[in-house]
Nanobody, 125 residues
Framework: QVQLEESGGGSVQAGGSLRLSCAAS????????LAWFRQAPGKEREGVAR????????KYADSVKGRFTISQDNARNMLFLQMNSLKPEDTAMYYC??????????????????WGKGTLVTISS
């Protein structure tokens, strides 16, 4: 069992930055996929960024590429999402999620095994 807890959300103006954190407890194996998803009001959940425990491969949604960076601190079982040049359309509840092993896709949130409760990000224009 893995428990995830996000933090770091808040309200900032467009162009600003936020850093989201996700604290994981439980076993995180070497093949674990670690990802950030978001869901805006009235919209479906969408993948933002994902990496693997070995940190050799990362992938980003086109909408955030060049602005967001996913990273991790394996020693502390922490996952981060650095968000720069924020836009109003980035407003959403942000969730971290893990998949125990195997490939994970930003387009398939239902494949993820564990989810946090989310942290709210609000960007004003």
């Amino acid at each position: 069992q893995v428990q995830l807890e996000e933090s770091g959300g808040g309200s900032v103006q467009a162009g600003g930055s936020l850093r989201l954190s996700c604290a994981a407890s439980g076993y995180i194996g070497s093949g674990t996929c670690l990802a950030w998803f978001r869901q805006a009001p009235g919209k479906e959940r969408e993948g933002v960024a994902r990496t693997y425990r070995d940190a050799l491969r990362s992938k980003y949604a086109d909408s955030v590429k060049g602005r967001f960076t996913i990273s991790q601190d394996n020693a502390r079982n922490m996952l981060f999402l650095q968000m720069n040049s924020l836009k109003p359309e980035d407003t959403a509840m942000y969730y971290c999620a893990t998949k125990r092993s195997g490939y994970c896709s930003l387009g398939r949130p239902d494949d993820m095994d564990y989810w946090g409760k989310g942290t709210l990000v609000t960007i004003s224009s």
